[in-house]
């Protein structure tokens, strides 16, 4: 099974840009669909993007949608989320997740996190 490692939060100022990865080992990252989710404090985990095991499909939250780009590189075993122009509601800590399916699939394995802090 793959396990995910994400990276690249930290603290912005709105407005601002991050841009989180999300390394794969243990499989080929080449196998699944990955998508991006965040949790706020308080609030339920919220899907954020996704992105098919080739790149020719991506999914976004109506929320991000011209402001985050879900990409992969599957031959370095990783994906990434550039976020631009955040606001200080998307502080979370963002997750990545895998799934054998990207159509209608369960994501089943998750990464442990990374925290995005969005303040001035």
């Known amino acids: 099974q793959v396990q995910l490692v994400e990276s690249g939060g930290g603290l912005v100022q709105p407005g601002g840009s991050l841009r989180l990865s999300c390394a794969a080992s243990?499989?080929?990252?080449?196998?699944?669909?990955i998508a991006w989710f965040r949790q706020a404090p308080a609030k339920e985990r919220e899907f954020v993007a996704a992105v098919n095991w080739n790149s020719d499909s991506t999914n976004y939250a109506d929320s991000v949608k011209g402001r985050f780009t879900i990409s992969r590189d599957n031959a370095k075993n990783t994906a990434y989320l550039q976020m631009n122009k955040l606001n200080p509601e998307e502080t979370a800590v963002y997750y990545c997740?895998?799934?054998?399916?990207?159509?209608?699939?369960?994501?089943?394995?998750w990464g442990q996190g990374t925290q995005v802090t969005v303040s001035s």
């Open positions: 243990g499989r080929t990252l080449r196998s699944y669909a």
């Open positions: 997740a895998a799934t054998l399916s990207y159509y209608g699939g369960k994501y089943d394995t």
